[in-house]
């Protein structure tokens, strides 16, 4: 048999970094899934913090329940027992009563609670109250008080730790609650005072006490914006110390501002550019004109004319005899800029390559003996151009679209490529900038706000499913004016076959119906490439009136005669999603429309509601945020960003604009962290972020 480790004698005393397989009441089984919420140490747990709190300050009288209510009551337990059930089931049960009345409690499949709840405890209680022979409760949520009722009335505050497979947070509360005497008194403050006394939040032993054991809500959230503020605190400072040291290395390419294909540019150009781009494209310049390297975000909202950004960025590097490359995270969208591109070049006689993984086995090979050249050259492709077969003789720039969809690994691929060439990262989820600063504090942010002029605003609206036939007469109305409509299905998953099925049933329903006297196009992710590429083609170039599609079409399609987008069961978009998709329309100068269709409940009414009342993108992520959290703002989480355990960028504003100025405070006076009073900051950086090893000398 194993020798228990618990009993062997080199058992260390109980610290912060024990492993927690080291503590009471942890077995194998509970250590795994405690690894799995990220508790590998003692110190893990207190960092551990509860993710919701019930408060016993709004107890009811047991008198005054009624059936279907949800309740929270205090009472004393008056009788208990287990009693089997016919099916084997073994319930535990026990009355309780308060002032004004009794209560029957039962924990169906709980037996063992009858060894840790005893007669005269106090319990609280949380659940939906049914009424059989009198009062009854199952409680969804439960705190022993012990035997003496110990200020109960004074607002005990129940603590609900997230938990895990195995693991329900009534154990963890528990292991919580029989370790923190042990382990409180050796926390140390990590932060010197005059921080702490900058972020008005209270030291870190008395936080952590606070957000475990609080005694009202109001005290468990002040411990929180403590535990919140060190770790925005931590990600400002190694965005900081990233930057100073990005400007102490001077290794990047001082391009010259030679205004010769840039100029040339303009004057072809059909339009003027909006003040937006100027504004961006003078602080590219700045960045490209520095010997230092630029990691540039330039955060637009839909139809804000990113794309010409990056042109202009790719003619300065090329006017100086650099090769510039442009990213894109589709075939369709590298097409398009590529035609976009090749069209406004063409006056300036400059012919660009395109590179996907679909070119033949000769069209690669002259893409690639033009892209050895020393010559200047702009490259457009998808991740195809991160491949190792894929050379550069003189990269200068890398513009990447839609950027958080690649991963971490193929952004730097490309930008290691050539001579450490300035980078442009381009995104369209248009995030707030406090947020931004957040995620992306290492790079510089521009940010276009403009749309060009002469669009006009798109009318959108929600109907429901009555007033189908009246909408989809509406969107022949628009067809029958020249126009092309879009009607778009939700596949979040292009796995999903039923989601797939929809799609398809609802095309030949509306090839066939509504719309037999139309060209109508499917789209989605499941078709072959060159079936995609033909279908969007045929809509692009007006040979299709109405195109039934998946999401596909989300990510920077540009076809101005499309006025019209109907969007199909819009609950199961997320806001900022809609609004991509709403881009999709409005973007020539005619009046376009969204129409959100269908029946949906209250909730998601009251969410759509503002991405109907809005089209500024910026206000729709902030709401999106707020709803759904940041994975899935960007559809997915991205590794090598900052997550949050406990902070909220977004809820934390204030707490998050004290945390960079405190950043700042300290890497003033401690460049490098090495002073004592950094010791605790530095510490807390080293065990958390894998970053820190490499921006300071951290040990
Ligand atoms: N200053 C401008 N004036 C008029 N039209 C412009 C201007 N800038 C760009 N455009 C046009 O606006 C359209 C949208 O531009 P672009 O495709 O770059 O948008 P985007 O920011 O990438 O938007 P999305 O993310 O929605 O695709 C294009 O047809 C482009 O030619």
């Known amino acids: 048999?194993?020798?228990?480790?618990?009993?062997?004698?080199?058992?260390?005393?109980?610290?912060?970094?024990?492993?927690?397989?080291?503590?009471?009441?942890?077995?194998?089984?509970?250590?795994?899934?405690?690894?799995?919420?990220?508790?590998?140490?003692?110190?893990?747990?207190?960092?551990?913090?509860?993710?919701?709190?019930?408060?016993?300050?709004?107890?009811?009288?047991?008198?005054?329940?009624?059936?279907?209510?949800?309740?929270?009551?205090?009472?004393?337990?008056?009788?208990?027992?287990?009693?089997?059930?016919?099916?084997?089931?073994?319930?535990?049960?026990?009355?309780?009563?308060?002032?004004?009345?009794?209560?029957?409690?039962?924990?169906?499949?709980q037996p063992f609670l009858d060894r840790t709840i005893n007669k005269?405890?106090?319990?609280?209680?949380?659940?939906?109250?049914?009424?059989?022979?009198?009062?009854?409760?199952?409680?969804?949520?439960?705190?022993?008080?012990?035997?003496?009722?110990q200020g109960t009335g004074g607002g005990r505050v129940l603590s609900v730790y997230p938990a895990t497979e195995g693991l329900s947070f009534r154990q963890i509360r528990a292991l919580v609650e029989s370790h923190l005497d042990l382990l409180l008194p050796q926390v140390r403050e990590t932060l010197p005072p005059d921080i702490l006394k900058l972020a008005g939040v209270p030291p870190l032993p008395e936080a952590l006490r606070m957000v475990h054991r609080p005694t009202s809500i109001a005290e468990a959230l002040e411990g929180r914006a403590r535990l919140a503020f060190e770790e925005l605190l931590c990600v400002h400072v190694l965005h900081r110390r990233a930057n100073a040291l990005a400007r102490d290395k001077r290794d990047g390419i001082a391009f010259a501002n030679r205004r010769q294909l840039t100029s040339a540019l303009k004057a072809a150009l059909p339009f003027e550019l909006t003040g937006a781009q100027t504004r961006a494209l003078r602080e590219i310049v700045m960045d490209m004109t520095s010997d230092r390297r630029m990691h540039r975000l330039l955060q637009g909202d839909v139809g804000s004319g990113k794309t010409i950004v990056a042109l202009f960025a790719s003619l300065l590097a090329m006017e100086n005899g650099w090769q510039a490359a442009v990213m894109a995270p589709t075939e369709l969208l590298a097409e398009q800029h590529f035609r976009t591109f090749s069209r406004l070049l063409e006056p300036l006689g400059i012919r660009p390559v395109l590179v996907t993984g679909r070119l033949s086995a000769r069209e690669r090979r002259e893409a690639a003996a033009l892209m050895e050249q020393p010559a200047p050259l702009l490259v457009v492709g998808t991740h195809a151009?991160?491949?190792?077969?894929?050379?550069?003789?003189?990269?200068?720039?890398?513009?990447?679209?839609?950027?958080?969809?690649?991963?971490?690994?193929?952004?730097?691929?490309?930008?290691?490529?050539?001579?450490?060439?300035?980078?442009?990262?381009?995104?369209?989820?248009?995030?707030?900038?406090?947020?931004?600063?957040?995620?992306?504090?290492?790079?510089?942010?521009?940010?276009?706000?403009?749309?060009?002029?002469?669009?006009?605003?798109?009318?959108?609206?929600?109907?429901?499913?009555?007033?189908?036939e009246r909408v989809l007469q509406f969107v022949e109305s628009e067809l029958q004016k020249g126009r092309q409509a879009y009607v778009v299905y939700p596949l979040i998953d292009e796995s999903e076959k039923s989601d797939l099925k929809a799609a398809t049933i609802a095309y030949a329903e509306l090839a066939e119906g509504p719309f037999a006297s139309r060209r109508v196009g499917l789209l989605h992710g499941r078709l072959p490439g060159d079936e995609k590429d033909a279908v969007m083609r045929a809509f692009r170039d007006g040979e299709l009136d109405l195109l039934v599609a998946t999401t596909v079409i989300e990510v920077g399609i540009d076809v101005g005669n499309a006025t019209m987008m109907l969007i199909e069961h819009p609950e199961r978009f997320g806001l900022s999603q809609l609004h991509q998709l709403r881009g999709r329309v409005g973007r020539g100068g005619e009046q376009s429309y969204c129409i959100l269709l269908g029946d949906v409940g209250q909730e998601a009414a009251e969410r759509l509601q503002t991405f109907v009342g809005t089209e500024d993108g910026f206000e729709i992520a902030r709401a999106d945020l707020r709803l759904r959290g940041m994975g899935d703002l960007f559809g997915e989480r991205q590794s090598g960003e900052p997550?949050?355990?406990?902070?909220?960028?977004?809820?934390?504003?204030?707490?998050?604009?004290?945390?960079?100025?405190?950043?700042?405070?300290?890497?003033?006076?401690?460049?490098?962290?090495?002073?004592?009073?950094?010791?605790?900051?530095?510490n807390v950086l080293s065990t958390r972020y894998a970053r820190a090893l490499d921006l300071f000398r951290v040990g």
């Open 385 to 468: 151009l991160v491949q190792e077969a894929t050379q550069f003789a003189r990269l200068g720039f890398v513009a990447i679209d839609e950027q958080h969809r690649f991963g971490v690994e193929q952004r730097k691929a490309l930008g290691a490529k050539g001579h450490a060439p300035d980078v442009l990262l381009m995104s369209a989820t248009p995030i707030p900038r406090s947020l931004a600063l957040t995620l992306y504090g290492d790079l510089d942010v521009s940010i276009l706000d403009e749309k060009p002029p002469g669009r006009q605003p798109i009318t959108s609206a929600m109907r429901p499913e009555s007033a189908r």
């Open 643 to 682: 997550t949050f355990r406990v902070a909220d960028p977004l809820r934390d504003e204030e707490l998050n604009l004290r945390a960079r100025e405190a950043a700042d405070r300290l890497l003033t006076r401690d460049p490098e962290l090495t002073a004592p009073e950094s010791q605790g900051l530095r």
């Open 1 to 109: 048999m194993a020798a228990d480790p618990r009993r062997t004698p080199a058992q260390p005393k109980l610290s912060l970094d024990t492993p927690v397989t080291y503590l009471k009441g942890v077995g194998p089984a509970r250590a795994q899934a405690l690894a799995k919420l990220g508790v590998i140490f003692a110190r893990d747990l207190l960092y551990h913090v509860p993710h919701r709190y019930e408060d016993a300050s709004t107890v009811s009288r047991i008198a005054d329940l009624e059936a279907g209510m949800d309740g929270t009551v205090i009472g004393k337990v008056v009788s208990k027992g287990v009693i089997p059930t016919r099916k084997g089931l073994r319930i535990f049960q026990a009355v309780v009563k308060d002032a004004s009345g009794m209560l029957e409690v039962s924990w169906p499949g």
């Open 120 to 149: 005269g405890d106090v319990l609280l209680l949380a659940g939906t109250v049914r009424f059989f022979h009198g009062r009854q409760l199952q409680p969804r949520e439960f705190v022993n008080l012990g035997p003496e009722e």
